[in-house]
């Protein structure tokens, strides 16, 4: 995921799916994550950025690690 690639998910994806709300969106701290773009077009579509330290992703994604890992290793 790349700033262009986030910026286009947002757009036309996470946005017209929340349909104008404010809305609350977990988010790993992957430099794209942070651009001041990125930013900008989260604001504009009322959606507050949640930053999930490095390490403890486990802990609010547990099925990331006891299924998608296990899975992706799989595939």
């Known amino acids: ?4 690639l986030f910026l ?3 757009t036309y994806h996470l946005a017209p799916a929340l349909e104008g ?3 609350l969106f977990a988010l790993d701290v992957m ?3 942070k651009t001041p773009s990125v930013l ?3 604001r504009e579509n009322q959606i507050i950025r949640l930053l ?6 486990n802990l609010v994604q ?3 690690i006891s299924i998608n890992k296990p899975l992706k290793e799989i595939i």
Do not use: K, T
């Open 52 to 57: 999930i330290p490095g390490g403890c992703i």
């Open 62 to 64: 547990p099925l990331d």
């Open 8 to 10: 286009h998910y947002i």
């Open 1 to 4: 995921m790349n700033e262009d």
């Open 40 to 42: 900008a077009a989260l």
């Open 21 to 23: 709300g404010p809305s």
């Open 31 to 33: 430099g794209s994550h």
